[in-house]
Structure formats: structure tokens, C-alpha cells
């Protein structure tokens, strides 16, 4: 079956602790993204990768890192984590005319 | 700038009327137009999209979505509502030849019995 698989689907930490959300997906795809969803704002781009080694920064990547070593892992790290990223968390990969959404990690630092 | 509006940030209906959820959007070129649908604690799903061809595109669960070029809208429809159909709506907007996806800010329909 095809599918985009995020870890943890929930998180709470506290302010400084460095966390990684890892997101796979199985179907061989070279772009994949990764978006965070807030009330009344949508999805907003916060990484992407076009391919392995390949990333550049979306539209809010402040406080956040990725790595694309392997085509289907593309994980989140967030350094030092502050109470402005408590979001909801989505990784997306893109196939030939749609985006493959995981199941979202939900974010809560305190 | 590339963008994405969904001017109501809600649309109640009572079952069994009809249901237009609204989006419009300003990208150059010829856009690829997506709905994604996103029920609670779930990851957005796909609903339908336009590439290309018939302005009247369907999509799943009775979902049909109309492209007007000269309003550059996308409006979502379903000609009954359903419960069930209550959830949070997304118009997206891809740039043709590009990966980069645009969303709106979401719509939530409820679905009143």
C-alpha cells in the first residue's frame, strides 16, 4: 500500500530539548515536503527536498532542520524547540499530479 | 506572489442540500488545482483536482469541483450534503512544472442533520 508514515504521532517536550520527527514514504518519490498547519493559516512549506542531498527552505524554516540522505526518509529536527513551534506536523511527498500526506505529528512544547 | 483564498472560514448546510465550498486563486501560468479534505486527527486526503480539459472535474464522494480561468476560481460542490461530509476543506494550487503546492487557509464544513 502506498503511504507517507510520520513518528511520534504525538509529542510534548519543554523549551531547548532537541527532537527529530522521521517521515518515510514507499512510493520511490524524489519530492517530498514537510508543512505545519495552524488555525486559520493553512499548510505552510517549511522544507522541501527535490531529491537525496538536495534541500531548500519553504516558506517558515526558522527554528527547523531536514536531512534527505535516502529518497524515502526525509526527517524534521527541531534544535532547540520553543513554545512558537506547537503546531500540527505533516510530511508530504509528491507523486505524478498530487501530494501523499502522512498522518501528522502533533507538536505541543512547553 | 503566488496564492490561495478561501474567503469563508465556515459553511453550514443542513443534509440532503447542496454545498459549494469556495476558492480562488492567483498563479501565473496554468495552475494544476487541487481539494484535499482532512477529517479530525487525520492527514489530508485527496479529493480532486484539474489539470486539464473539462472544466467540470469529479472526484470522490460525490465531490465535483468547477474551474472558471476568468474568475480563477475552483470551487468545490456536491450536489447533497451529507453528515458524514462534515470535515475541513483545502483548495491547493500547483504552478505547472513546479512541485511547490499552495494552500488556502481551509474551510470548515458542517454538515447539520
Known amino acids: 500500500e502506498a503511504q507517507v508514515t510520520q513518528n511520534p504521532r504525538y509529542l510534548i517536550t519543554v523549551t531547548g530539548k532537541k527532537l527529530t520527527v522521521t517521515c518515510s514514504q514507499n512510493?520511490?518519490?524524489?519530492?517530498m515536503s514537510w508543512y505545519r498547519q495552524d488555525p486559520g493559516l493553512g499548510l505552510r512549506q517549511i522544507y522541501y527536498?527535490?531529491?537525496?542531498?538536495?534541500?531548500d527552505k519553504g516558506d517558515v524554516p526558522e527554528g527547523y532542520k531536514v536531512s534527505r540522505k535516502e529518497k524515502r526518509n526525509f526527517p524534521l529536527i527541531l534544535e532547540s524547540p520553543s513554545p512558537n513551534q506547537t503546531s500540527l506536523y505533516f510530511c508530504?511527498?509528491?507523486?505524478?499530479?498530487?501530494?501523499?500526506f502522512g498522518p501528522g505529528t502533533r507538536l505541543t512544547v512547553l | 506572489a503566488q496564492s490561495v483564498a478561501q474567503p469563508e472560514d465556515q459553511v453550514n448546510v443542513a443534509e440532503g442540500n447542496p454545498l459549494t465550498v469556495k476558492c480562488t486563486y492567483s498563479?501565473?501560468?496554468?495552475?494544476?488545482l487541487f481539494w484535499y479534505v482532512q477529517y479530525p486527527n487525520r492527514g489530508l486526503q485527496f479529493l480532486l483536482k484539474?489539470?486539464?480539459?473539462?472544466?467540470l472535474v469529479k472526484g470522490s464522494y460525490g465531490f465535483e469541483a468547477e474551474f472558471n480561468k476568468s474568475q480563477t476560481s475552483f470551487h468545490l460542490k456536491k450536489p447533497s450534503a451529507l453528515v458524514s461530509d462534515s470535515a475541513l476543506y483545502f483548495c491547493?494550487?500547483?504552478?505547472?512544472?513546479?512541485?511547490?503546492?499552495?494552500f488556502g487557509s481551509g474551510t470548515k464544513l458542517n454538515v447539520k442533520p
Open positions: 484539474y489539470i486539464t480539459g473539462d472544466n
Open positions: 491547493a494550487v500547483r504552478k505547472y512544472n513546479f512541485n511547490k503546492f499552495y
Open positions: 527536498s527535490m531529491n537525496v542531498e538536495v534541500t
Open positions: 512510493m520511490n518519490h524524489e519530492y
Open positions: 508530504a511527498s509528491n507523486g505524478a499530479d498530487t501530494q501523499y
Open positions: 498563479v501565473s501560468g496554468n495552475p494544476y
